[in-house]
């Protein structure tokens, strides 16, 4: 059963620096993509960042320039550096993956982690 768990969330002030984890267990032979999307209250979930297997990237576009999106992959985590953090940051942060595992290839979802931004 591959499950996705996230931490580093947390309230910070704006101009401030947080970096998420989402680490990959379970038994898992190739990882496809893993990234980040979030969701605030009354709006649609929304993709922040998403690395492939292949170390291509890809951004939203409001988080371009200030959040980078990094892997270990003997340890199959990513990581997500969010730094200049704007009050419009605020969401739970989801981590997104698709990997080949027992079942085959899937996507999952880890449970969400708050990010506040606030002063």
């Known amino acids: 059963q591959v499950q996705l768990v996230e931490s580093g969330g947390g309230l910070v002030q704006p101009g401030g620096s947080l970096r998420l984890s989402c680490a990959a267990s379970?038994?898992?032979?190739?990882?496809?993509?893993m990234g980040w999307y979030r969701q605030a209250p009354g709006k649609q979930r929304e993709l922040v960042a998403i690395l492939t297997g292949g170390g291509n990237s890809n951004y939203g576009s409001s988080v371009k320039g200030r959040f980078t999106i990094s892997r270990n992959n003997t340890k199959n985590t990513v990581y997500l550096q969010m730094n200049s953090l704007k009050p419009e940051d605020t969401a739970v942060y989801y981590c997104?993956?698709?990997?080949?595992?027992?079942?085959?290839?899937?996507?999952?979802w880890g449970q969400g982690t708050q990010v506040t931004v606030s002063s």
């Open positions: 997104n993956a698709d990997l080949r595992g027992n079942a085959g290839r899937m996507n999952y």
């Open positions: 379970g038994s898992i032979f190739s990882v496809y993509f």
